[in-house]
């Protein structure tokens, strides 16, 4: 028997998909509808907290964040079964994952932090990548648990709060990414250019297709055989905010790096590759 707290679109997927492998799963969520909601799935529903984690081997969750964590694992904490073991896949910060881990040990309890890149679908089938690390005696007695989730579990290795800050590290990049192709969209339309246009490119040319070799770039901190100049790429830059301006729409994302652009080349780096903005950050 397992619980599972926080029926959220992702939590409630796991639910599932542990159902239809044949666990027993109690849930419990504040909202006690969205937990209720899985009853028809097989779920045992539980509106006390405390009663959720009575007599279970393995507690999961899906909160908001590092506060909702401690408020909710506090609450229910006069429930837990001596040597059960907590495993926590929201999105929190390191320090609270670390914090946390210390603190249940404390107590006679086992924390695990092990963060996803997964949406809700990936949750139902059981794909995309769940990230661990800490206590690899803990990781290797959860290890089956956790496979069965996900479509690759990555260990991280033996240090505490590595997973979470290395889930931020990625869900930064994919603000990143969702910003730009606003931005892309913006600028394609300041200039009447369908946004289906903009697609059939990218299906065409994968811009993405380069980023490894430019991250290789930025980590080699080699600026001095560029592929594309700081000040050309800065003047390219002007023809996409003044190409904004024209068209009425606006860019999040480029003045920004026009801004810091600026900053590089006011230091006489106009000459090396663009990429060089990325230096101070090695």
């Known amino acids: 028997m397992k619980a599972f707290l926080g029926m959220g679109l992702l939590g409630s997927n796991f639910v599932k998909a542990m159902l239809a492998k044949g666990d027993q799963v109690q849930v419990w969520n504040r909202t006690f509808s969205k937990a209720k909601a899985l009853e028809n799935d097989g779920a045992r529903v539980m509106e006390d907290i405390v009663d959720a984690v009575k007599g279970v081997d393995l507690i999961h969750l899906t909160l908001k964040d590092d506060e909702t964590v401690n408020e909710v694992l506090e609450a229910a904490s006069s429930g837990f079964k001596p040597g059960v073991i907590i495993i926590d896949h929201t999105t929190t910060s390191a320090k609270g994952a670390i914090q946390r881990t210390a603190d249940w040990k404390a107590k006679g309890f086992t924390y695990l932090h092990a963060p996803v890149f997964m949406g809700p679908p990936n949750a139902l089938e059981s794909s995309g990548s769940m990230l661990v690390s800490g206590d690899q005696q803990v990781i290797t007695k959860v290890e089956a648990e956790l496979s ?135």
């Open 148 to 282: 069965k989730m996900t479509g690759k579990l990555i260990n991280l290795g033996p240090e505490e709060g590595k997973a979470a800050g290395l889930k931020l590290v990625g869900n930064s990049f994919l603000l990143a990414m969702t910003t730009g192709l606003s931005d892309t969209l913006s600028l394609a339309k300041a200039q009447g250019i369908p946004s289906s246009d903009v697609a059939a490119l990218f299906n065409t040319w994968n811009p993405g297709a380069g980023m490894p070799a430019r991250l290789g770039r930025i980590l080699e901190g080699n600026f001095n055989n560029p592929s594309w100049e700081l000040d050309m790429a800065r003047k390219d830059a002007v023809l996409m905010i003044k190409a904004a301006e024209d068209g009425n729409t606006k860019l999040t994302v480029i003045p920004a790096i026009a801004k810091e652009m600026d900053n590089w080349i006011a230091k006489g780096h106009g000459s090396q590759d663009w990429s060089i903005i990325a230096k101070d950050n090695l």
